[in-house]
């Protein structure tokens, strides 16, 4: 089974439900660096009637990860997981329109190391457009919406790592 995250239905990217800094908790990298972005514990589903499609997948613990299909005003689409929690810049200001959660507004997320966009946070639209970002994280309103093609399973990362055959000796 593949770990990475492309589309594949039998694919996920979550660990088994864990507490943080446990050794069986994933984590979640940025695909193009490695910066550590969340924990798989940190997936959480936020439905959205604005979704092309939405599927499952499961992971080899079995828990069940919600992927949906939005696009864009452009055209382009997006394949997206929703966590509570992700370490990402926002930036502000949050827009109102042409939001994929009706009732929240959305800025671009970018992985703080190398500056790639990983995807979107979302915010309660009747918030101001700008916020603390401690705010932002201690809220049980908000969310990131990351870009599966963006980001990878720590496990599978290793697993792309080799050992020379001279050091296996």
């Not at 864990?18 to 695909?31: P, V």
């Not at 499609?53 to 929703?82: C, K, M």
């Amino acid at each position: 089974m593949i770990y990475y995250f492309t589309y594949t239905p039998s694919e996920s990217c979550a660990a088994e439900p864990s507490e943080h800094g446990t050794s069986t908790d994933t984590l979640i990298l940025c695909r193009a660096c490695g910066h550590e972005v969340a924990f798989g514990t940190d997936i959480h589903f936020v439905p959205s009637r604005m979704a092309l499609s939405s599927r499952n997948d499961t992971s080899v613990g079995g828990r069940r990860i919600h992927v949906q299909l939005f696009e864009n005003p452009h055209g382009h689409q997006f394949e997206v997981i929703t966590f509570r929690r992700a370490d990402v810049i926002k930036h502000w200001p949050a827009d109102r329109h042409f939001s994929w959660y009706p009732g929240f507004s959305w800025t671009v997320a970018t992985c703080p190391r190398c500056k790639t966009h990983l995807g979107w946070a979302f915010q309660p639209s009747s918030w101001p457009d700008t916020i603390p970002n401690n705010k932002f994280e201690e809220s049980e309103n908000t969310f990131s919406a990351l870009i599966t093609d963006r980001i990878l399973r720590e496990d599978f990362a290793s697993s792309l790592l080799m050992t020379p055959k001279s050091f296996t000796s």
